[in-house]
């Protein structure tokens, strides 16, 4: 049985075109019953461990008074390699539900352009001294471990990720602070810039373990710099030749906004940085709840997504996620005793990592999407091209409700809260404060739904090569170890 050839290892290749085939097989076919447990996910090791023990300086041929030695060596091969596949394997489970295949990040990624994974390579903006001092603060401890020293054993992390509409935040902490099970969790809360009255109101959280993390490449943390405002960049429809600008227009003439880009890149570093850069999370096996500031949820959203998590594999195999409310921001539910399944919606959604490693494979297609905004984005071409439609199981009930009346960048200050009286009341009833989801209930399916048509090329906003890039560097930041097996990985832009 011949060894699988290593790529791009020219030292490893002549020494083993040499290797004598025939007996490696006779004589360590312990060692061969042992490679298809390594196939796939660890390969390579298997190769490497191969060669090593061949090279051992007292290798010899085999002879018939040696028997005894070999049947030694074959002890001691068998043992270790056991081991070694016990503690791999050991820490392939301790990362992922369903763990993605060794090649699953490559899969989108072709050598056309370099871009190195190397973070110091990483063709990453210069940074300020605010952005460095976040990705230092994005490595502090979470708060409150004093208080709730212990997470529950199948807790579902929560993300809320805000910008400066302080009067909003403070509604939703509100909230928060009366979901049932919130002790039992983490909360992460992601900015998009800093703004003291946001910190402060954070701060103050005091009803469960609480993180923050901070964009260092928001727009919003550099005056005078990509990714905020350059002193030479195009604006409006200018046209670069002509006015000796920086810049690529998107498909409709339009230049760059720096405020309307970063509703795109928070979301996505975001995603990226919970995901696969955070200690406290990129081993997290199940799903993890996305909400935003203007998102208003109700006592029994937490007991009614763990509900929903533990019912979709054998109600809804092929649902991507649980929702809390449906797609239809304006949707209080059906009210009707069944579960729905019907498009993902932007209200309180959650997926797991291995519908995350979907998602991150199409970072090509996110990042090169002329649409600022990220769900639409998602909806247009990341989602369609999963080759099946991507369903979210919910409630007929919502357990999370929207409330803002006006854009991300908007509401900001007590005269432009775009709350009424600077206040929301929603009627909370009964069947509100606890789990209302039943596990014998069927599901419904919304077939036919609303969405974007093949051919929809977005509403623009995202024509700039430089966002384009800082996006895919975005998905390549907490990959660095790409690097020490080929030393580059390439993106394709074409």
């Known amino acids: 049985m ?11 290749f002549t020494f083993r075109a040499k290797l004598d085939f025939r007996l490696l097989f006779m004589e360590h076919k312990q060692l061969w019953m042992l490679q298809p447990l390594f196939e796939d996910c660890c390969l390579e090791r ?14 010899k041929k085999p002879n018939l008074r040696a028997a005894a030695f070999r049947r030694f060596l074959s002890v001691v091969l068998v043992t270790l390699l056991g081991v070694l596949l016990f503690v791999f394997l050991l820490g392939i489970n301790s990362v992922s539900d369903v763990a993605p295949s060794a090649n699953g990040f490559d899969d989108y990624l072709n050598p056309k352009i370099g871009v190195s994974v190397s973070r110091e390579k990483l063709s990453l903006p210069k940074q300020n001294k605010l952005s460095m001092q976040f990705e230092e603060r994005n490595k ?9 020293p212990n997470l529950a054993k199948d807790h579902i992390v929560i993300v809320l990720y805000v910008h400066n509409r302080p009067q909003y935040l403070k509604v939703v902490v509100k909230s928060l602070s009366t979901v049932v099970g919130i002790s039992e969790t983490l909360l992460i809360v992601s900015h998009d810039g800093y703004f003291e009255e946001m910190n402060e109101i954070i701060d103050g ?7 923050q993390i901070f964009a260092p490449y928001s727009p919003h943390v550099f005056s005078n710099s990509f990714p905020g405002v350059s002193l030479n960049d195009c604006k409006d429809k200018e046209n670069a030749t002509e006015k000796h600008c920086v810049g690529n227009p998107d498909q409709y003439g339009n230049h760059r906004s720096p405020k309307i880009v970063s509703l795109k890149h928070h979301w996505w570093w975001m995603m990226n940085t919970v995901w696969d850069g955070l200690e406290e999370t990129r081993r997290h096996s199940g799903h993890i709840l996305f909400i935003e500031e203007d998102h208003f949820i109700l006592p029994n959203a937490y007991r009614n997504l763990q509900m929903l998590t533990k019912l ?7 649902c991507y996620a649980a929702n809390l ?8 539910g059906e009210g009707v005793d069944t579960l729905i399944a019907e498009r993902m919606g932007n209200v309180g959604y959650s997926f797991n990592r291995t519908v995350w490693r979907k998602i991150h494979r199409k970072a090509r297609e996110f990042c090169f999407f002329d649409d600022y905004n990220w769900d639409i984005t998602m909806w247009a071409t990341v989602y369609p091209s999963f080759g099946a439609p991507v369903y979210s199981l919910r409630g007929p009930r919502t357990s999370a409700i929207h ?14 809260a775009c709350i009424d009286n600077g206040m929301v009341n929603f009627r909370i009833e009964d069947t509100d404060k606890i789990a209302n989801i039943k596990s014998e209930w069927g599901v419904r399916v919304i077939q036919n739904q609303p969405g974007y048509k093949a051919g929809f090329r977005g509403w623009g906003g995202w024509g700039d090569e430089r966002d384009r890039q800082l996006c895919l ?12 097996a080929s030393g580059r990985v390439e993106l394709s832009m074409s």
């Open 140 to 148: 502090l401890p979470p708060r409150n471990v004093d208080l709730y």
């Open 46 to 59: 298997f190769d490497y461990l191969c060669v090593l023990l061949l090279m051992a300086p007292n290798y």
């Open 473 to 484: 560097n975005f998905a390549l930041m907490c990959h660095p170890s790409k690097t020490a």
């Open 312 to 318: 979709k594999p054998r109600k809804c195999p092929d």
């Open 2 to 12: 011949p060894l699988k050839l290593l790529p791009k290892s020219p030292s490893i």
């Open 325 to 332: 409310a449906p797609c239809d921001v304006n949707s209080r």
């Open 403 to 416: 409330f803002g009346k006006c854009g991300l960048h908007q509401g900001q200050g007590e005269k432009g």
């Open 205 to 211: 959280i005091k009803f469960c373990q609480v993180k």
